[in-house]
């Protein structure tokens, strides 16, 4: 059974930083891409960043510049700095199995997805 375990998630002021991280457990065979993804109620989840097949990271347009994913075997941690109220959401971990061809998105298709970790940033 896969998992994807979340942790890090918490309270910060306006300007701190954070750091996330998730590790995957399960995957038996094949490689996987993980990312980053949040969502706050009423509104749609979205990427944050994602390590795809060709091993580079892609990030949202809010997220660059402040946040950095790295990946490392089975976790995939997420530094956020200079965080903002509108960073408060709750933050999932999710993975995408690497496909036949090699190419891997989770920002395109995500298989499996974790719990979730709550950020809050206040003024």
């Known amino acids: 059974e896969v998992r994807l375990v979340e942790s890090g998630g918490g309270s910060v002021q306006v300007g701190g930083s954070l750091t996330l991280s998730c590790v995957a457990s399960?995957?038996?065979?094949?490689?996987?891409?993980m990312a980053w993804f949040r969502q706050v109620p009423g509104k749609e989840r979205e990427g944050v960043a994602a390590?795809?097949?060709?091993?580079s990271t892609i990030y949202a347009e809010s997220a660059k510049g402040r946040f950095t994913a790295s990946r490392y075997t089975n976790t995939l941690s997420l530094r956020m700095d200079i965080l903002r109220p509108e960073d408060t959401a709750m933050y999932y971990c999710?993975?995408?199995?690497?496909?036949?061809?090699?190419?891997?998105?989770?920002?395109?298709?995500?298989?499996?997805w974790g719990q979730g970790t709550q950020v809050t940033v206040s003024s």
């Open positions: 399960g995957f038996s065979s094949g490689g996987y891409c």
């Open positions: 999710a993975a995408a199995r690497r496909r036949s061809s090699g190419s891997c998105n989770p920002f395109i298709y995500a298989n499996y």
């Open positions: 390590t795809l097949g060709d091993g």
